[in-house]
């Protein structure tokens, strides 16, 4: 991904089979690991680190 300037670009590959889990209803249950790569994202992202 690229901010809107194109200045900042990030890209990150995981595999989400070893921690992620399916609930009842089919969906993916949070793990602290999608809220880490959310701030990573973050911070990679936003120049000083917020959004």
Same mark, same amino acid.
Do not use: K
């Given at each position: 991904? =690229? =901010?809107?300037?194109?200045?900042?670009?990030? =890209?990150? =590959?995981?595999?989400?089979?070893?921690?992620?889990?399916?609930?009842?209803?089919?969906?993916?249950?949070?793990?602290?690991?999608?809220?880490?790569?959310?701030?990573?994202?973050?911070?990679?992202?936003?120049?000083?680190?917020?959004?």
């Amino acid at each position: 991904m =690229s =901010s809107p300037d194109g200045r900042l670009q990030f =890209s990150f =590959s995981i595999n989400g089979t070893w921690y992620q889990r399916l609930n009842d209803s089919g969906g993916i249950e949070p793990h602290p690991i999608d809220e880490a790569l959310r701030r990573l994202t973050v911070v990679a992202m936003c120049a000083d680190g917020h959004p």
